[in-house]
């Protein structure tokens, strides 16, 4: 079947990606991206950096850290408008409201939303905190709504240990609050494993971040207003309470349509659910070299949806995704990139100290012959990051010199 009609679910950069990449792919038919939010799509990952510090030295704050170039793919686009079904048989995406969208070719690009602590009101039986009660960060109107609330330098309690959790703890304290953080194990020890957690738990240490364990985290309200109450029995007060444990993926929307299989989205190596259907970014599981996954990253949503789009047009005879995970984070005065697979387990097998405090490259060797480079406060292109994690030190050093006779 001819695709002349091709409906995005989705305006983040997955969905910007695929809608891009179908346009440079031959697509010239009508293209429709549909997004929940009113934005045109941005960057996330600033939301937890630039955009919550004064980078500027104004009081501006990096408020326009997570800008993106304007789209050109000419798509039409419905902002702000939900998707409330699909009918696989058909063809056919509901909206929110009324209406329909009939498609040839689907990209599904939902994305995911924050998770939300549970809360006991009183005596009463557990609930879903609003955002009355904690703040999560996941949105433009999030990252407005901490930063003022940080503006007059509250105490905070952070819950979860992961990347988001620490940039906000990070933000938060360089701001002057009094910031603890709450975390099972050692913060960013799931993420990346133990060595490089270490490091960052030193750095956020010296900087003055407390960091509590205890259990499961729940909310408490009363008259006297929010406690975190962990499982052991520690309770936690604070002026503000931030929640960073994690994300759940929007396929709400897909139930019963036949899509979702143990909960999750699985797509093959081309991205796709079926021959007209694909799915790509923080909605969809994609084959590994670790397995089925779903990876959250800004570079993984780009990678995937970039073959998916290519996948709904030439099906087979679309190259495969090829996956190999880029990762950032900033905080506590350290900037880490990583190439390859994480958590790490041990220390590196290979460790090249850089100019300056706390400056270092890192490579770990895996199982498949490659591995993963880390560098941290360390200026290395990214290209020649990605080659040390391939092929290991000997790609850092220039190709031996001609010699002709």
Not at 43 to 51: E, G, I, Q, T, Y
Not at 210 to 217: P, T
Not at 289 to 306: F, H, N
Not at 351 to 370: N, Q, V
């Amino acid at each position: 079947m001819s695709m002349r009609r091709i409906v995005v679910v989705g305006n983040g950069i997955a969905g910007l990606t695929a809608c891009d990449s179908l346009r440079s792919a031959g697509f010239d038919g009508e293209l429709t991206v549909v997004g929940a939010e009113r934005h045109q799509p941005y960057s996330r990952p600033a939301l937890s950096k630039a955009l919550l510090h004064d980078v500027d030295g104004n009081g501006g704050g990096g408020l326009q850290a997570h800008e993106l170039p304007a789209p050109t793919h000419e798509a039409t686009e419905l902002l702000g408008v939900s998707i409330s079904g699909l009918d696989v048989d058909t063809r056919v995406v509901r909206l929110d409201g009324g209406g329909e969208l009939p498609y040839d070719g689907l990209v599904i690009a939902s994305g995911s939303r924050a998770k939300r602590l549970t809360a006991t009101e009183g005596t009463g039986g557990p609930r879903h905190a609003g955002s009355d009660r904690q703040l999560t960060l996941r949105t433009i109107e999030d990252a407005v709504t901490l930063k003022e609330r940080v503006a007059s330098r509250p105490s905070v309690v952070v819950v979860g240990g992961g990347p988001l959790g620490m940039e906000v703890a990070s933000a938060c304290l360089q701001l002057g609050c009094d910031v603890t953080l709450v975390s099972d194990v050692q913060p960013l020890t799931r993420q990346l494993g133990d060595h490089l957690a270490g490091i960052f738990a030193t750095a956020a240490a010296r900087q003055g971040l407390r960091v509590v364990g205890g259990g499961k985290a729940r909310l408490i309200g009363s008259g006297a207003g929010t406690r975190v109450a962990l499982a052991d029995g520690t309770e936690l007060e604070a002026e503000l309470i931030v929640t960073a444990i994690g994300d759940e993926p929007n396929i709400d929307w897909l139930a019963g349509s036949g899509l979702v299989v143990g909960g999750s989205l699985r797509v093959d190596t081309r991205g796709r659910l079926r021959p007209e259907i694909v799915a790509a970014g923080d909605v969809a599981s994609f084959p590994t070299r670790r397995g089925v996954q779903r990876v959250p990253l800004w570079t993984s949503a780009i990678d995937q949806a970039k073959v998916a789009a290519v996948g709904l047009l030439q099906g087979d005879a679309a190259p495969e995704l090829n996956f190999q995970p880029y990762f950032w984070t900033e905080g506590f005065g350290l900037s880490l990139k990583a190439v390859g697979f994480t958590p790490l387990v041990g220390a590196p097998d290979y460790c090249e100290p850089g100019e300056g405090r706390e400056s270092m490259l890192l490579r770990w060797e895996d199982k498949e012959g490659s591995g993963t480079a880390a560098a941290i406060n360390y200026r290395i292109p990214i290209p020649k990051l990605r080659r040390l994690a391939d092929a290991g030190p000997g790609a850092l050093r220039p190709a031996e010199p001609v010699r002709l006779r």
